[in-house]
């Protein structure tokens, strides 16, 4: 069984050499992806405010993620699958012009398999709000509005004057008034975690589909939604622990822009690690699509 090390191993020496000309793909992938959006947002809400600035903002962001941000990845994907020697010397160049292959191969079907990739995680999305409707309709229904008013009262009297007798008198008119809330709400954070089971499983379900797209821009829809299905089947646990053995990486990033507190230092600390996170994916990918072959070749096409 391959580990997390095993992946990890096999993208270092896919990036031996050319790690730094990664790096560099990565910072030409994450100015239109991360740090444009960015200074948009922040130019929007410095001009406007309220509902309307926030609704741009909403909008803007939707547009950029489904028209740009996954189709520029797909594109990262293809040069870092694309990586070749160069010369006697052994180094190794990547090819940027793949960085926007997403644009000009098949741009039309890999935004169509993209797209309903998010869609699809969307709407599983939607169970998590049943939960929050639940208890909606059940507060609405069993407690008196006189005294969730009031509740909404002394609470936002805590929070612009915070005081222990303040807090106190809330949390004595809460006991007296909703004494079974503490289990109420234990259920309801059980019931939005068991909600988002489903969503997590497909969201791995769906995952090696960039990949597949990348290495295939005129793989037919279905097919690429059957060929991750097959791919992640059984492996979904082995892939959220490559994305988990990061998480030091992640931890450190968040303390250096905790400490700096720009989104200069963020896009830095992304474009150092993407090139050798999104390699070991691949290995991934790779493994698994070489073993779906080797059983579509011995036993036919049904294995797949």
């Keep these: 069984m391959y580990g997390s090390s095993f992946y990890k191993h096999g993208a270092r020496e896919r990036l031996q050499n050319c790690y730094f000309a990664a790096v560099v793909g990565a910072m030409i992938y994450l100015i239109p992806t991360y740090l444009l959006p960015i200074y948009i947002r922040m130019f929007i809400l410095k001009i406007g405010s309220g509902a309307a600035a926030m609704t741009a903002v909403n909008i803007i962001d939707i547009i950029l993620a489904v028209f740009v941000t996954e189709i520029f990845l797909v594109g990262f994907i293809r040069m870092l699958m694309n990586i070749q020697p160069l010369g006697e010397s052994n180094a190794r160049k990547c090819d940027y012009n793949l960085l926007l292959s997403g644009f000009t191969m ?3 079907n890999t935004l169509k398999i993209t797209f ?3 869609l699809k995680i969307i709407l599983w999305s ?4 049943i939960p929050t409707a639940v208890a909606a309709v059940a507060a609405f229904l069993l407690i008196d509005a006189e005294v969730i008013e009031h509740i909404v009262m002394m609470y936002g009297e805590v929070l612009t004057n915070p005081t222990n007798a ?3 008198e809330l949390s004595k008119y809460i006991n ?6 503490g289990i109420a709400s234990l259920l309801y954070l059980g019931a939005t975690a068991a909600a988002s089971v489903p969503v997590i499983y497909k969201r791995f379900e769906y995952a090696a589909i960039t990949y597949i797209v990348a290495e295939d821009p005129d793989v037919p829809c279905k097919r690429a939604f059957r060929m991750t299905k097959n791919i992640m089947h059984g492996f979904r646990m082995r892939y959220f622990l490559i994305g988990l053995s990061f998480i030091l990486y992640f931890m450190l990033m ?8 720009s989104p200069v230092v963020m896009f830095l ?5 993407m090139p050798y996170m999104y390699m070991t994916y691949l290995e991934f990918y790779r493994q698994r699509k070489s073993v779906i072959d080797y059983n579509i070749s011995t036993y036919g096409e049904n294995a797949e």
Excluded: E, H, S, T
């Excluded at 939607?126 to 709000?129: E, G, K, V």
């Excluded at 007296?176 to 809330?181: G, I, K, Q, S």
């Excluded at 968040?254 to 507190?261: I, N, R």
């Excluded at 600390?269 to 690690?273: E, F, N, W």
């Design 254 to 261: 968040g303390m250096v822009v905790a400490v700096y507190g």
């Design 166 to 168: 303040g807090i106190l």
């Design 176 to 181: 007296d008034n909703l004494p079974y809330l």
């Design 106 to 108: 098949r741009y039309g």
């Design 126 to 129: 939607l169970i998590m709000f």
């Design 269 to 273: 600390g992304q474009a150092l690690l």
């Design 116 to 118: 309903l990739k998010n």
